[in-house]
């Protein structure tokens, strides 16, 4: 059995399962929010019960870690603690116990694992600039600082920059509201607009490009897609500030084989065997890479290049 652990409103999730009932293979999809009933362990297997449904580690023989957490087994445990302090202390405490369970259940499924919660969760952007310099894979230079004063000397430095958050944050739907965190310019005439003192955040030098790399990597095999937002305002910082009325032209892409095979040892290092990757190629003709993000989105690239990745993906499982 395929043990597949998503969202409800993961709509690659759902693309993928229809591949799968497709090829007849039979699958257990948990969502975050499914709750965990019970966990028993008898030797090296683990029994887990989710929403009236049983089964064993031992009898999955792909497991899929698609998104999202692994819903909480304390639920309603901490209903009767009134002071706020000690019910504070109690759930940070019992969050940090499921992360060992769930690092207990991982342990047993890795070996046939697309991906994992914990090493799709805890991907550290600054980590991975450091262990591309040691591969050789071009990236921008970055400073880290919750200044005003740190990123105008960075300003004196290089030039414009861009800034982005210092983990991958996933968007928000609440209603109508919708909340994202994308990559923002700063130059010398607006830096001044920045609060004195701010979250700790990722500061970058402004790479002009020729264009946009977006590539998917599942287990061997990279699916590149070259982006052409340089020609829009809207999108020329960050093709993901999109333009829906006037949409980027994309084509399929093949990354040099040296970037490639690059980019695998990379991967290896974070054991991902599945990941979206962002590149720029300058206009000196360069390959900078930007960030690896082990959940978003595949289908911006599968759909307009013809790649089929949900049914790749079933494939493999």
Partial sequence: MILIKSNAQDYSTTQVIKWLLHLEKPYLRINDTTPIDNITTDEDDISITADAITFNT??????????GAWASTQRGVLGNIKQRWLYHYL????????????????????????????????????????????????????????????????????????????????????????????????????????????HISIFQKLIKKQFE?????????????????QSDDQTKVDFRNYNFQKPNRVVPYNLPMNIESKL????????????????????????????????????????PCNYYLDLEIAKHL
């Fill in 58 to 67: 031992k009898d999955i023989q792909s497991y899929w870690y698609r998104r």
């Fill in 91 to 198: 759930k940070y405490f019992t969050k940090e116990a499921e992360k060992d369970i769930v690092e207990l259940i991982e342990s047993q499924l890795q070996g046939n694992a697309l991906n994992t919660f914990l090493n799709s969760s805890n991907i550290n952007k600054v980590k991975v600039l450091k262990s591309c310099r040691a591969l050789d894979i071009a990236v921008p230079e970055t400073t880290l600082t919750n200044t005003r004063e740190g990123v105008s000397k960075f300003i004196q430095i290089h030039g414009d920059v861009i800034t982005k958050a210092v983990n991958n944050i996933e968007p928000n739907i609440k209603g109508e509201c919708f909340i994202d965190v994308t990559t923002k310019l700063i130059t010398q005439d607006n830096v001044g607009q920045l609060p004195e003192k701010f």
């Fill in 213 to 229: 790399i977006r590539t998917f990597f599942l287990v061997d095999r990279f699916y590149s897609m070259a982006i052409f937002s």
């Fill in 264 to 303: 695998r040892k990379l991967l290896a290092e974070y054991t991902l065997k599945s990941a979206s990757l962002d590149l720029i190629y300058s206009e000196e003709g360069a390959y900078i890479f930007l960030e690896i993000n082990p959940i978003g989105q595949y289908d911006m690239v599968s759909v």
